[in-house]
C-alpha cells in the first residue's frame, strides 16, 4: 500500500464536511447546495491527470448497457419504494424528493450533480485513491459513498446511496466514468422525472 498523501486525505474528508453543509446547513436550498458541493469535488477531482485518462469512449453497446443498467436501478429503487411504504418508511422517501423543486433549473442541475459526483466518487476516490493508492477493493468506495450520506440522518438516504454506489462503481469499474455518468444522470431523471415537470 502506498503511503496517502495530504491531498489524498483532504479530498476524503471534504465531502464530510460538503454533504454537512449540504443537507444541513443548506437544506433549504438543497439542489443549489448540492451542485456547488459536487462542483467543487469533480473539479479538483478532474485538474488530476489520472481521473481525466479515465474517461474512456462510450460507444454504442456501451451507450445500450449504461442505458440498461440505469433501468435496472430504477427497478430496483421502485421496489425499495414498495418495501419502504409497507414498513411505514415513506416519509423518509418522500423528504428526499422534496429537496428538489421542478423546473428547467432543476433538470440542468441533477446532470451536472451527477456528472460532477462520478468524477469524484468513482474517478477520484475509487480508482485514484482507493484502488491505487490505498490497494483497496472498489466497493469500499460504494460504502463510503453510503456512509457520507449519514449527515442527513435519514437511513433510507443512506440505504439508497448505497446501493446507487455500488452499482455505479460497478459500471465505472468495467465501462468507464463517462458510463457510470449516463447510468447516473439517466438514473435520477428516472426517478425525478414526475417531479421536475
Known amino acids: 500500500m502506498k503511503k496517502i498523501s495530504r491531498f489524498d486525505i483532504f479530498m476524503i474528508v471534504l465531502p464530510w464536511i460538503l454533504w454537512y453543509l449540504t ?3 443548506l437544506s433549504s436550498h438543497f439542489i443549489y447546495a448540492m451542485a456547488t458541493s459536487t462542483s467543487i469535488l469533480g473539479i479538483i477531482s478532474l485538474t488530476k491527470k489520472e481521473v481525466r485518462e479515465k474517461y474512456k469512449s462510450c460507444n454504442v453497446l456501451c451507450l445500450l448497457s449504461s442505458l440498461g443498467i440505469s433501468i435496472i ?5 421502485y421496489g425499495g419504494n414498495i418495501v419502504s411504504i409497507k414498513l411505514g418508511l415513506e416519509g423518509e422517501v418522500l ?7 421542478k423546473g428547467l433549473l432543476s433538470i440542468f442541475l441533477l446532470a451536472l ?3 460532477m459526483e462520478e468524477a469524484y466518487w468513482r474517478g477520484l476516490l ?3 485513491i482507493i484502488e491505487k493508492d490505498l490497494k483497496i477493493n472498489w466497493l469500499f468506495s460504494a460504502v463510503f459513498y453510503g456512509i457520507v450520506h449519514s ?3 435519514n437511513l433510507i438516504l443512506v440505504i439508497a446511496a448505497f446501493i446507487v454506489g455500488l452499482f455505479l462503481s460497478f459500471t465505472a469499474k468495467k465501462l468507464g466514468l463517462i458510463s457510470s455518468s449516463i447510468v447516473h444522470v439517466t ?3 428516472l426517478m425525478f422525472l414526475k417531479m421536475l415537470l
Not at 73 to 77: A, D, G, Q, S, T
Not at 95 to 101: A, E, I, K, T
Open 113 to 115: 450533480i451527477g456528472v
Open 23 to 25: 443537507f444541513d446547513v
Open 126 to 128: 475509487q480508482q485514484v
Open 187 to 189: 438514473w435520477i431523471y
Open 151 to 153: 449527515v442527513s440522518l
Open 95 to 101: 423528504d428526499v424528493y422534496g429537496l428538489v423543486p
Open 73 to 77: 436501478l430504477y427497478l430496483v429503487f
